[in-house]
Nanobody, 124 residues
Framework: QVQLVESGGGLVQAGGSLRLSCAAS????????AGWFRQAPGKEREHVAA????????FYGDSAKGRFTISRDNAKNTVYLQMNSLKPEDTAVYYC?????????????????WGQGTQVTVSS
């Protein structure tokens, strides 16, 4: 079992930045692929970014490429999502997720453990 707790969300103006954190507890976090997803009102949950167990491989959804950076610090059992140049369309609840898969995946259904989410609101 892995417990995930997100933090760092909030209200920011368009063009601003936020850094989300996801603190993991339970099993050894370095054994899990981690990802960030988001869900806007009335929309399906979508992949934002994913990172391999050791952090050397990353994948980004189209909306995140060039603006967001996922990273992890396994010594601190934490995954981060640095979000720059934020747009109003980035407004959503952002979820951290983890999977014991050996390889990185962007598929929502492959993730076993989920945090409770943190709200990000970008004003125009």
């Amino acid at each position: 079992q892995v417990q995930l707790v997100e933090s760092g969300g909030g209200l920011v103006q368009a063009g601003g930045s936020l850094r989300l954190s996801c603190a993991a507890s339970g099993r050894t976090f370095s054994m899990y692929v981690a990802g960030w997803f988001r869900q806007a009102p009335g929309k399906e949950r979508e992949h934002v970014a994913a990172i391999s167990r050791a952090g050397g491989i990353t994948f980004y959804g189209d909306s995140a490429k060039g603006r967001f950076t996922i990273s992890r610090d396994n010594a601190k059992n934490t995954v981060y999502l640095q979000m720059n140049s934020l747009k109003p369309e980035d407004t959503a609840v952002y979820y951290c997720a983890a999977t014991p898969r050996a390889s990185v995946t962007t598929e929502l259904k492959e993730y076993t453990y989920w945090g409770q989410g943190t709200q990000v609101t970008v004003s125009s």
